[in-house]
């Protein structure tokens, strides 16, 4: 397993902009495909965005199509969400997982490892 962590939460204005990072602890993190979840206030965890090992395929929400992008640098061991034009409903708990096997999937229970999660609230 690959340790994950999240950072870059925070708190926005509507209209405001924030990127998250995504930081692997091992060699390996450009063997994985990378998942974004969020979990807001009352909801189930959804995939909002997701890209294979190298960042050449990707898949984006239709909510958050025109608004956030995806990017990893292996080298860096680290990926990114830029989320711009934020909105209310955008505030929860946006986690970042990882995917053994290069290729990305749908599903929470297909990704290995996790981590723990950082704050998004989107509020005047």
């Known amino acids: 397993q690959i340790e994950l962590r999240e950072s870059g939460g925070g708190l926005v204005q509507p209209g405001g902009s924030l990127t998250l990072s995504c930081t692997g602890s091992?060699?390996?993190?450009?063997?994985?495909?990378v998942g974004w979840f969020r979990q807001a206030p009352g909801k189930g965890r959804e995939l909002i965005a997701a890209?294979?090992?190298?960042?050449?395929?990707?898949f984006l929400a239709d909510y958050v199509k025109g608004r956030f992008i995806m990017s990893r640098d292996n080298a860096k061991n680290t990926a990114w969400l830029q989320m711009n034009d934020l909105r209310p409903e955008d505030t929860a708990v946006y986690y970042c997982?990882?995917?053994?096997?290069?290729?990305?999937?749908?599903?929470?229970?297909?990704?290995?490892?996790w981590g723990l999660g950082t704050q998004v609230t989107v509020a005047s």
């Open positions: 091992a060699h390996a993190f450009g063997r994985y495909a």
């Open positions: 890209m294979n090992w190298s960042g050449a395929d990707k």
């Open positions: 997982a990882g995917r053994t096997g290069g290729a990305f999937y749908f599903t929470p229970g297909t990704y290995d490892s």
